[in-house]
């Protein structure tokens, strides 16, 4: 037997090969294809006015392409795959260099890093154990609750601190999990689920406040601008709190079958738990000191929603304030800097120059014009899903904020022709967008998630296609039923 199977190792590892060469060309192939490709036709929005696409946006489309191709099939490190979108744009002039290598340090990559430091923190001064041990002996021995307490865990944290914050502190706390459920850091479908499941949750969440995420104060401010209305923070609560939390529970049941732990219960878990609790002693003076400083940043930054004197102070100066003082206080030294995820952070440095890139060019505003211009005699309802799946797909090779900024001004043009309101158009794009599920990209919680070795991002987009075709059918049961319910306008009179 042993002979089989060292017989067959040298054709798997040369099906590897093939494989990575064949996806490393196709992404090249497709590059080179759209690059070069002669002009194509213009985008039309509903008033008439031409979007051209020029051969700087056709190049960040070619870029695009490669990009997702090489991300998809891991071609190269996902970190390697971001400096290549940089160095793409430099070299075919798509952008200049400056612009091109100068978004690989945009302040959400560091509000990210600064994310990351926290969690490191957490298993550094013990936190993680802590916090692990106790959500343990409280949820007990069965692999279902600890899905469930986990899940709700993340969700809750989000209403309070953005989701990138969120997965970085829940991430040590996993990983310690997990330790005690495997015997090594072997791939397992109870670490698959936890960890993937993780990731969408902390997105789930994040929708239900301002709190959770950038991207529902910029969308309410932008279509204030748009439609002259005022929607507030208590109101998009109202209006998303059940869909967020819907979801939620929906993923828990979803993860439960596509990932079902090996093993039904962890015997003597729960009592390992408390006896593990009480071996860490007493709260030491670091881990006092470390929840002083990560309680100050996160009051900070949510108060900032509601303090008009704390508003022009920027959440990543803020969240980087944090770094600064975990290196002052000696929690953290020169090693512990040395230890951090940098793949991790080069792959949202390139999600960031692939995102302005498509946005700067106008690549995104072809797109989608041209995708919202299909829709533009179909029912209501068929819009109004159309619109939430252009932004869902698009928030996950670029910013959520811009998926929806480009999208939103042809749609609320669109929609009054249809007879239908703003209102729904705005609410369902952001629920798609702060749910991506299908590439690491998307979102700062699926890379961090990554980072557990627990899966690979073929597995991320296998398991992210069926989940995402839940969150379009609970978009549809929104729009239709829960929304309406609640008051919410769905339909205008057709001018």
């Known amino acids: 037997m042993s002979e089989l199977t060292m017989a067959d190792a040298p054709a798997t590892k040369s099906f590897a090969q093939y494989r990575r060469l064949f996806f490393m060309l196709l992404g090249m192939a497709l590059f080179a294809f759209i690059y070069y490709c002669p002009p194509w036709p213009d985008a039309i929005d509903p008033l008439g006015e031409h979007f051209v696409l020029s051969k700087e946006a056709k190049g960040a489309l070619a870029v695009f392409a490669l990009a997702a191709t090489w991300w998809v099939f891991e071609v190269v490190p996902i970190g390697v795959t971001s400096i290549t979108i940089g160095t793409l744009q430099a070299l075919f002039m798509i952008r200049s260099a400056s612009s091109a290598f100068k978004d690989f340090m945009d302040p959400s990559v560091l509000f990210i890093f600064g994310s990351i430091v926290i969690g490191m923190v957490f298993t550094k001064t013990g936190l ?10 409280i949820v007990g021995e069965r692999t279902s609750m600890i899905y469930l307490g986990c899940f709700v865990m993340t969700a809750a944290l989000t209403h309070l601190m953005a989701h990138t914050a969120v997965a970085a502190t829940m991430f040590p706390l ?35 406040t301002l709190l959770g995420a950038a991207r529902g104060a910029v969308a309410l401010g932008f279509y204030k601008d748009i439609m002259d209305v005022e929607i507030s923070f208590f109101t998009l609560s109202m209006y998303m709190f059940p869909i967020g939390w819907l979801m939620v529970f929906l993923l828990w049941g979803f993860f439960m079958i596509i990932c079902r732990p090996e093993k ?16 860490l002693g007493a709260w030491t003076g670091r881990e006092l000191l470390t929840l002083a400083v990560v309680f100050a940043t996160i009051l900070v930054i949510a108060l900032k929603n509601f303090i008009p004197a704390l508003d022009p102070l920027n959440k990543t100066a803020i969240m980087l304030c944090s770094t600064i003082a975990f290196f002052l206080l000696n929690i953290l030294d020169i090693e512990d800097l040395e230890e951090i995820p940098w793949n991790i952070i080069l792959l ?4 960031m120059s692939i995102g302005f890139c498509l946005w700067e060019t106008g690549a995104a505003k072809w797109l989608a014009v041209n995708w919202l211009q299909l829709f533009k005699d179909a029912p209501g309802i068929v819009f109004i899903l159309g619109m939430a799946f252009f932004v869902m797909i698009m928030t996950n090779f670029i910013m959520n904020v811009a998926a929806i900024a480009i999208s939103l001004p042809v749609a609320l043009v669109i929609a009054p022709y249809l007879g239908v309101a703003g209102e729904v158009i705005l609410f369902s794009s952001l629920v798609t967008a702060g749910m991506p599920f299908l590439l690491l990209v998307g979102a700062a919680p699926n890379a961090i998630a990554y980072n557990s070795k627990q899966f690979t991002t073929g597995e991320f987009v296998m398991y992210g296609i069926p989940a995402s075709i839940l969150l379009m059918v609970v978009v549809w049961l929104a729009v239709t039923v829960i929304w309406p319910l609640m008051g919410m306008t769905i339909t205008v009179p057709v001018p």
Do not use: C, Q, W
């Not at 993680?128 to 002996?137: D, H």
């Not at 072997?186 to 960890?195: C, D, Q, Y």
């Open 128 to 137: 993680t154990k802590r916090l692990a041990y106790k959500m343990l002996a």
């Open 174 to 208: 996993l990983m310690a999990i997990n330790s005690l459920y495997a015997d090594d850091d072997s791939p397992t479908k109870f670490g698959k689920g936890m960890f993937i499941g993780m990731a969408y949750v902390a997105g789930a969440g994040s929708i239900i």
């Open 264 to 279: 039904s219960r962890i015997e003597g878990l729960k009592e390992r738990s408390k006896r593990m609790y009480k071996e």
């Open 348 to 351: 949202f440095a390139g999600a």
